[in-house]
T-cell receptor
Framework: EAQVTQNPRYLITVTGKKLTVTCSQNMNHEYMSWYRQDPGLGLRQIYYSMNVEVTDKGDVPEGYKVSRKEKRNFPLILESPSPNQTSLYFC?????????????FGEGSRLTVL | GENVEQHPSTLSVQEGDSAVIKCTYSDSASNYFPWYKQELGKRPQLIID?????GEKKDQRIAVTLNKTAKHFSLHITETQPEDSAVYFCAANSPRNSGNTPLVFGKGTRLSVIA
């Protein structure tokens, strides 16, 4: 089954404790992206990657890191989480190339930073 | 970069009535305009999209219209049903020479269909 898988789905952590949210897709997509969703603010892009070893900042990259060492994986790293990073996070992927296409979203990861 | 404005933020309609959600965008180079539906507790999923070479697209009870001159596009849902209740997001891309481009989303519209 074609899917985007995120882990963990739910996480409560404390300020400053490094964490990683993993994202994996099995559709051979070139393009992957991370969004955060907050009430009233919609979906805001954190980082995106057009292919392996190619990453770029989105609209709200502060406090986050990403890496794209393999085509299927795009982990989101919070080196020193803060309470303002409490949010619902979505990973998404699409075919890539020069034509923008459908984004396939993971199920979401709800993060709480105390 | 691209900026997408979406209105209204909330919308309530009676079952069977039509619903219209409007979005405007700022980047005249944008050429792809999808709409996503997010049911409560679920992930966003694509329901319809339109590219800039057409002005309207329909899929059963949903349709999207695009006015490139005015830089706005709209989602139309006819004969609404309770299962249409969800948050709807519009989006637009920002083409760049490097290829596939990130989507910029509107802030969403919470649609409630009252039975």
């Amino acid at each position: 089954e074609a899917q985007v898988t995120q882990n963990p789905r739910y996480l409560i952590t404390v300020t400053g404790k490094k964490l990683t949210v993993t994202c994996s897709q099995n559709m051979n997509h070139e393009y992957m992206s991370w969004y955060r969703q907050d009430p009233g603010l919609g979906l805001r892009q954190i980082y995106y990657s057009m292919n392996v070893e190619v990453t770029d900042k989105g609209d709200v990259p502060e406090g986050y890191k990403v890496s794209r060492k393999e085509k299927r994986n795009f982990p989101l790293i919070l080196e020193s989480p803060s309470p303002n990073q409490t949010s619902l996070y979505f990973c998404a992927s699409s075919y890539g190339g020069r034509v923008t296409g459908e984004l396939f979203f993971g199920e979401g990861s709800r993060l709480t930073v105390l | 970069g691209e900026n997408v404005e979406q209105h209204p933020s909330t919308l309530s309609v009676q079952e069977g009535d039509s619903a219209v959600i409007k979005c405007t965008y700022s980047d005249s180079a944008s050429n792809y305009f999808p709409w996503y539906k997010q049911e409560l507790g679920k992930r966003p999923q694509l329901i319809i999209d339109i590219r800039s070479n057409v002005g309207e697209k329909k899929d059963q009870r949903i349709a999207v219209t695009l006015n490139k001159t005015a830089k706005h596009f709209s989602l139309h849902i006819t004969e609404t049903q309770p299962e249409d209740s969800a948050v709807y997001f519009c989006a637009a891309n920002s083409p760049r020479n490097s290829g596939n481009t990130p989507l910029v989303f509107g802030k969403g519209t919470r649609l409630s269909v009252i039975a």
